[in-house]
C-alpha cells in the first residue's frame, strides 16, 4: 500500500512562490515515476510535472514549463514541486501521483495508481 500526502499549498500573489511537498511511504520508489496534476474548478484534471525516481529525468506541460521545478529527495522519500512566477491561472487543488514502475506515458493519468489528496493553491492577481 502506498501512502502519498502532499503539504505546501496555501493562498499567494501573483508573481509569488510556493513549494508544494509529496511525502510518499509504503513501497520501495527507486523505481517509481511521480507526477504532478493538478484541477481546477470546472475543468478536467490536467498534467503538470513528473520525475523519475531513478534517473531524476524530469517532465513538464508547456503552461508551466520554465518556472515549475520538480525534484525528489531520497532520503525523506519525497517530491517537490517548486513553483515559481505563479500566475492567477495556477490556481487549482494539487495532486501527488506514483506507479511503482516506469511510466511509458508520464502525462497519461491512468499510468499512475496511487494519488495523493490533493493540496489547493489560490493565486490572487
Known amino acids: 500500500q502506498v501512502q502519498l500526502v502532499e503539504s505546501g499549498g496555501g493562498l499567494v500573489q501573483a508573481g509569488d512562490s510556493l513549494r508544494l511537498a509529496c511525502a510518499a511511504s509504503g513501497r520501495t520508489f527507486s523505481s517509481a515515476t511521480m507526477g504532478w496534476f493538478r484541477q481546477a474548478p470546472g475543468k478536467e484534471r490536467e498534467f503538470v510535472a513528473a520525475i523519475r525516481w531513478s534517473t531524476s529525468s524530469t517532465y513538464y506541460a508547456d503552461s508551466v514549463k520554465g518556472r515549475f521545478t520538480v525534484s525528489r529527495d531520497n532520503a525523506k522519500n519525497t517530491v517537490y514541486l517548486q513553483m515559481n512566477s505563479l500566475k492567477p491561472e495556477d490556481t487549482a487543488v494539487y495532486y501527488c501521483?506514483?506507479?511503482?514502475?516506469?511510466?511509458?506515458?508520464?502525462?497519461?493519468?491512468?499510468?499512475?495508481?496511487?494519488w495523493g489528496q490533493g493540496t489547493q493553491v489560490t493565486v490572487s492577481s
Open positions: 501521483a506514483a506507479r511503482l514502475r516506469w511510466v511509458t506515458m508520464v502525462t497519461r493519468q491512468g499510468e499512475y495508481t496511487d
